[in-house]
T-cell receptor, first 114, second 113 residues
Framework: DSGVTQTPKHLITATGQRVTLRCSPR?????VYWYQQSLDQGLQFLIQ???????AKGNILERFSAQQFPDLHSELNLSSLELGDSALYFC?????????????FGSGTRLTVV | DQQVKQNSPSLSVQEGRISILNCDYT??????FLWYKKYPAEGPTFLIS?????DKNEDGRFTVFLNKSAKHLSLHIVPSQPGDSAVYFC????????????FGKGTHLIIQP
């Protein structure tokens, strides 16, 4: 157990729908990162929050949004889902905002859009 | 444009021998480089990292080498063990203030008995 908790582990939904993925960071970590891993793209950085504030944005679509709450858990909202959004979504956390020692990943949420 | 490339999708090595995983990058602004290991149904696990000002970092059986002039890094695992069978991702950070890592697509390392 890495200490980063992601729920749900699996999600199957239809095109056009909206889903929310949840992440609880490791205790003491202030930064939360979201990544998408699709079959042909590897791990793509989506967005980072640090202590409740958005810190960095990567390749996140406008249909996707995220937030980090006062208790530091984070949610990734995916709307108007398309078949191509099917992927593994990973959350990761770290103590600070950026570290050479990497950060800790959760085990991911597998999203299947049908 | 892929800034971090792992050109070998898979690599098969005999147990006890050296495994060498390679990674190339294009962005000279990267501050440091990391290697992650991933087992099926788990998230990536941090393995080892190296700052752009160093050319080598060692941690037990794992050594990462950085050749800045060639924009190339490699991960050496000696000796290779069955538990090393996993997907290895090369990643890079820095250059612009964003803290998100740029990952390669991974190399599947298979250790054969």
């Amino acid at each position: 157990d890495s200490g980063v908790t992601q729920t749900p582990k699996h999600l199957i939904t239809a095109t056009g729908q909206r889903v929310t993925l949840r992440c609880s960071p490791r205790s003491g970590d202030l930064s939360v990162y979201w990544y998408q891993q699709s079959l042909d793209q590897g791990l793509q950085f989506l967005i980072q929050y640090y202590n409740g504030e958005e810190r960095a944005k990567g390749n996140i679509l406008e249909r996707f949004s995220a937030q980090q709450f006062p208790d530091l858990h984070s949610e990734l909202n995916l709307s108007s889902l398309e078949l191509g959004d099917s992927a593994l979504y990973f959350c990761a956390s770290s103590v600070g905002a950026g570290t050479m020692y990497g950060y800790t990943f959760g085990s991911g949420t597998r999203l299947t859009v049908v | 444009d892929q800034q971090v490339k792992q050109n070998s999708p898979s690599l098969s090595v005999q147990e006890g021998r050296i495994s060498i995983l390679n990674c190339d990058y294009t962005n000279s602004m990267f501050d440091y480089f990391l290697w992650y290991k991933k087992y099926p149904a788990e998230g990536p696990t941090f393995l080892i990292s190296i700052s752009s000002i160093k050319d080598k970092n060692e941690d037990g059986r794992f050594t990462v080498f950085l050749n800045k002039s060639a924009k190339h890094l490699s991960l050496h695992i000696v000796p290779s063990q069955p538990g090393d069978s996993a997907v290895y991702f090369c990643a890079a950070n820095g250059g612009g203030g964003a803290d998100g890592l740029t990952f390669g697509k991974g190399t599947h390392l298979i250790i054969q008995p």
